[in-house]
């Protein structure tokens, strides 16, 4: 099914794509409409255009394609399913994500994965190709964030205060040098590739994705960054 976008309210375009019987559903003309995809399960859906805040939010097993930018809130406390942005994501991309995968080929704004979290067999992962605001992982408590810094033009691949209150997860960043102000409850681990597990599958799928070498990729040194267990940030709301 196709859909026109335009000038359409968002809960009309909404409501359009719940009530669909088809699995496969293209929006065009998309023009800031927020809440796309919100809640959904087993369909197919790909945008042409820019949609509006919470793309995905709470997405429960979709697949969603960005032929454009996304604005903030990229996948609000989704549960599962995908999300592939081929240009890039604003503010709290993936903001208390509790499953599922975010794909962005550019950039991300401020505080994207902040509250991330991981329980059982739900693993969530965000892969930024370019670079990632302030804020990056801040309150993370779980899942996977990789930033690539491909065509940053020489700028940091983060902004300041990266991990700030991270207390579970992992984030990687494809550089050489360590981030300056990383928080003290931060542990940053300088590693020759990418390992082996879920950060080298996550990377081979962001590549696929998007049409990039993952061996180039994976064989390019980066940090893996992870809670200081010697300096837990419990520690900032306890006394000894």
Request: charged share 20%.
């Amino acid at each position: 099914m196709e859909i026109v976008a335009g000038g359409m309210h968002f809960a009309a375009l909404n409501e359009k794509v719940r009530d669909c019987a088809e699995k496969e559903i293209v929006i065009r003309d998309c023009i800031g409409q927020r809440y796309i995809a919100a809640g959904l399960s087993g369909k197919e859906i790909e945008i042409d255009g820019t949609p509006g805040n919470a793309l995905g939010a709470y997405l429960d097993g979709c697949t969603v394609s960005v032929r454009g930018n996304a604005q903030d809130a990229t996948g609000d406390t989704m549960n599962g399913g995908e999300i592939v942005v081929y240009g890039n994501a604003g503010d709290a991309t993936g903001y208390a994500m509790r499953g599922g995968r975010i794909f962005v080929r550019g950039n991300v704004g401020y505080r994207c994965g902040i509250h991330m979290k991981a329980y059982g067999e739900n693993k969530p992962a965000v892969v930024i190709g370019g670079r990632a605001g302030s804020f990056l992982g801040e309150y993370q408590a779980g899942g996977t964030l990789i930033v690539l810094g491909l065509h940053t033009d020489g700028r940091p691949i983060i902004g300041n205060f990266c991990g700030t209150g991270m207390h579970g997860g992992e984030i990687y960043l494809r550089c050489d040098k360590v981030p300056t102000a990383l928080p003290a409850q931060v542990k940053a681990e300088k590693l020759a590739r990418f390992p082996a597990g879920d950060a080298e599958k996550l990377v081979r799928a962001w590549c696929a994705a998007f049409g990039e070498d993952a061996e180039t990729l994976l064989a390019s040194p980066c940090w893996r960054l992870t809670p200081n267990t010697e300096n837990p940030y419990k520690q900032m709301y306890t006394s000894n």
